[in-house]
């Protein structure tokens, strides 16, 4: 359990067709969290929650709770009722497609989220806001996703419905571009068909939904998450067996080695899937790569700041690891983890042994 002391006005309306409300402060509830997968709500007011506080997200966690997922809805944004058990979100009220695509990366570096929920694209239709060119920002936006959190499970929505049958006519004609571009951007990007979900029955306003149109975007979401269960998933412990890429939260760059030499320094560089940034652990917590190379502490040493390093596989200590389901990968025979040094992004910055502590710079996704 945590207490998060943001405090976060209520959600302006944002939209072209609402503006010149006033509302009211809201108090943030405590955050109940129960600790699981890192899932990450991002969009405009229909995701903060315009006219029903919390939105979707308050039917969504019900469902995940009643279903036994453990969650952590994460974000910038706080906001919903005592019935909804986590309240962060990356909902921005009238934001606009470029918005978020301007703020993203450091969103992502911030909460490293599993799963992310996008429904983005209603602003730029009722602002007028360049509409032809709305799903190339989508697509742009998507690709920044996709580069900066590349073991993300990533879900589309096609936007909800409008009254105003102008602005409907624009919300179809994006969201018909939507499932071409999902098509292209890899298998862990997902589409989900938000506006047949809805019906003009279901809007408060004529744009954003009353509380039976989030109810019914939330079992939208739900189903959608519940077909790829790797999104309700921690990342956790890489298969034994499986060569895979270790991808740190912090720059989304994976863990290197230039060279197959024993003592060769163990750094983050781009992520381009070859044979030196491609990890199989053992049954024995052993990282190998090149077949015959273990990823190692230097010296079997214990102290902060300790070099990691590959060295010829000899089955001692330090060349065993854990994952914990945070993405930590801690050696058990000092109790210290793996980290990137000084939380730097930088191609070439090493890998080093350091306390726990929960940090991105200690978090490794498998990819």
């Known amino acids: 359990?945590?207490?998060?002391?943001?405090?976060?006005?209520?959600?302006?309306?944002?939209?072209?067709?609402?503006?010149?409300?006033?509302?009211?402060?809201?108090?943030?509830?405590?955050?109940?969290?129960?600790?699981?997968?890192?899932?990450?709500?991002?969009?405009?007011?229909?995701?903060?929650?315009?006219?029903?506080?919390?939105?979707?997200?308050?039917?969504?966690?019900?469902?995940?709770?009643?279903?036994?997922?453990?969650?952590?809805?994460?974000?910038?944004?706080?906001?919903?009722?005592?019935?909804?058990?986590?309240?962060?979100?990356?909902?921005?009220?009238?934001?606009?497609?470029?918005?978020?695509?301007?703020?993203?990366?450091?969103?992502?570096?911030?909460?490293?989220?599993?799963t992310v929920l996008l429904h983005i694209g209603t602003n730029d239709m009722n602002q007028n806001y360049d509409v032809a060119n709305a799903p190339a920002r989508l697509s742009?936006?998507?690709?920044?996703?996709?580069?900066?959190?590349?073991?993300?499970?990533?879900?589309?929505?096609t936007i909800t419905p409008e009254t105003n049958a102008t602005l409907d006519a624009r919300v179809r004609a994006y969201n018909a571009t939507i499932p071409g571009i999902v098509a292209q951007k890899g298998a862990r990007t997902h589409l989900v068909d938000m506006y047949s979900a809805l019906t003009t029955a279901d809007l408060a306003d004529g744009v954003h939904p009353n509380a039976a149109g989030y109810d019914k975007m939330a079992a939208r979401w739900f189903a959608a998450l519940q077909s790829v269960p790797a999104s309700l998933t921690p990342p956790g412990t890489p298969p034994v067996g499986t060569a895979v890429s270790l991808v740190?939260?912090?720059?989304?760059?994976?863990?290197?080695?230039?060279?197959?030499?024993?003592?060769?320094?163990?750094?983050?560089?781009?992520?381009?899937?070859?044979?030196?940034?491609?990890?199989?652990?053992?049954?024995?917590?052993?990282?190998?790569?090149?077949?015959?190379?273990?990823?190692?502490?230097?010296?079997?040493?214990?102290?902060?700041?300790?070099?990691?390093?590959?060295w010829t596989c000899n089955g001692t200590g330090a060349q065993r690891f854990s994952f914990g389901a945070n993405g930590s990968m801690m050696v058990p025979a000092s109790g210290k983890c793996v980290e990137v040094a000084g939380g730097g992004g930088a191609n070439g910055t090493r890998a080093q042994l350091y306390d726990c502590n929960g940090s991105a710079a200690q978090r490794w996704s498998a990819g």
């Open 140 to 157: 742009a936006l998507i690709d920044k996703i996709r580069a900066n959190a590349p073991t993300v499970e990533l879900f589309v929505a």
């Open 248 to 310: 740190n939260a912090v720059s989304a760059r994976c863990l290197d080695v230039s060279g197959s030499a024993a003592g060769t320094q163990a750094v983050i560089w781009d992520c381009h899937g070859g044979i030196n940034q491609r990890w199989t652990r053992t049954a024995s917590g052993e990282m190998r790569v090149y077949g015959n190379r273990c990823l190692d502490i230097s010296g079997n040493g214990t102290a902060n700041g300790t070099r990691v390093q590959i």
């Open 1 to 114: 359990m945590r207490w998060n002391p943001r405090r976060l006005g209520a959600a302006g309306l944002g939209l072209a067709l609402a503006v010149g409300l006033t509302l009211a402060q809201a108090t943030p509830a405590q955050a109940e969290s129960n600790g699981g997968v890192r899932v990450m709500p991002l969009g405009d007011s229909i995701t903060d929650g315009f006219n029903v506080p919390g939105g979707y997200r308050i039917n969504l966690w019900q469902r995940f709770v009643n279903g036994g997922y453990t969650v952590d809805f994460v974000g910038s944004g706080f906001n919903g009722p005592a019935s909804l058990g986590d309240h962060d979100h990356e909902g921005h009220s009238g934001w606009r497609i470029d918005q978020l695509d301007a703020n993203i990366v450091g969103w992502l570096q911030a909460t490293t989220p599993r």
